[in-house]
């Protein structure tokens, strides 16, 4: 029996988590943490126990009564507050939300010195506007990070290796590309696509208008369901104190997305960029390498991206009221 | 007339910028902030009007009411909790009070839109253990900071540059090598040695022992005079979104500061090293390049190290029961 420690539970990737468990362990006992309460329930899964505990993770007083509490093997830390626009808006909710709770969790660790293994989850955010002739990004690339929350999820890897080797904590880190699939909010890019497809469809169009930013950007998509198979992975077989890019390894652009959807859904569609959406700062081409963590632990996405979109717009044709979540995606 | 609002007013670096400018200027204004009240006081200059206001700078309301108030032209941003450490044994008090603050005061003044030049004080600390070939460390040179307190002052780096390219403020950005002078406290490894020296002396002896870390750590010190110069000039004349290293550019052993304040005080001793003073990962050999503050804006240290010495060795013996200041220096 192992226990998992999840903050960020009841967001994108935590629920995903949970089903992976739920599938491939047998006795997998879970504590998840969240500020907000997860709108999915123990009663859908058979084979872990669930428990789940509302907390801010700013208070450390109960973060460490909980850890202390609960003295979990792993500690999957989802939580933070991943969306870059609203890093702009907000840079000092973002950064406490994103570096200040990590930072907390990790001196709960040290403090109670328990032998617990840590992933840590970062963002390909970190690398910044990269030159394209470096790509696909391995993890020797210097991160130059050009946003709020870039900043915290580089601030947070540099604490991580600093619990490491200097007070010898078991951390794993990761650096995640974009990840997608059923359950994400809208507030992303790929599901506020899929969502307003799915409505004209569903409106009786078959053909319409769709308002983007820049299509044109190339990134790397995952779908959620390869993430969390790598992040169980990396907290069994990971090696304290490394980083792994958790990524494709290949570059789709937002318009084959869209096309890719279009079809799906036997839609004619064209484009309008509004300006606001454009985000001068941001990165034109990502594409990350995930030749390290293939070689060390063995891990390959096996979800094609047509796969997951067909999933995201069935996810949308049932639940197209719904505003999904805002937390642990990246828009 | 110039107004200045200097953050970590009452430490060492502030006490000596104020001198600075009651030299150099006819007619500066002076704001500073602290959380403990300064051991100086107005009287002392001739030039300059000062104003002192007590404030912990993690109460952002307050920042931005003061700096509302005051329409500083520059901010000399010298707050730090700066012992390498202490950030080992309070790890999230020395990152709020490094990281946390300045970002306070850079989104106050992101809120109220001023047209002001910030220089923001970092670290040597940022480039880590360097390899031996590669100095002197030029600005180039990539930082991976292996303390508590460096990744603070990384972190509080990379938040320059995104409010320097995503919202445009004007901040100027040092990486400070280790300064020494009158004034600094010994909890800093220099004065902490005057000191005992002094009292050694003092005392009638003319020989002795001094406990102390490993002694043959080169580092690259600078006179706080020096330094405090190099700061009036970049803000005034530092380029926006740079970096500048601010060093002497050569390296001096602890134990060759050690035979010159003996030699100075005509004093025979031996060291002897007590384990719990070193730190495994300390850098060995720390050299800065100054060439890049040199060539843009015509810096230039004039105090040589043996000058330094005999003032720091002179103020101990005027002030041999006073316990200096833990903030704005480098242990």
Redesign the interface.
Known sequence: MKKYLITGYAGFVGRHFVEYLDKNETDAVIKGLDIQKPDFSRDSYNNIHMDFEKIDLLD?DRVENIIFSFQPDYILHLASYSSVAFS?KE??FS??NN??IY??LL?SIRKLNLPVRILSIGSSEGYGNVNEDLLPLTEAH?QK????Y??AR??QE??S??YV??YGLDIVMTRSFHHIGPFQKDIFVIPSFARQLVEMKTNGNTSGELITGDTSFVRDFTDVRDVVGAYDLLLKKGKTGEIYNVCSGRGTSLSNVISNMTKILDLHIHTRVNEKLLRP?DNRIVIGSNEKIKRDIGWHNHISLEQSLADIIDYWRQNGSKCGDNQNGHA
């Open positions: 450390r702009w840079p000092i950064f406490q570096m200040n930072l907390n001196e210097i990070p050009v946003s709020p870039a900043v580089v601030s540099m604490i290796k600093v080797n200097g700062s």
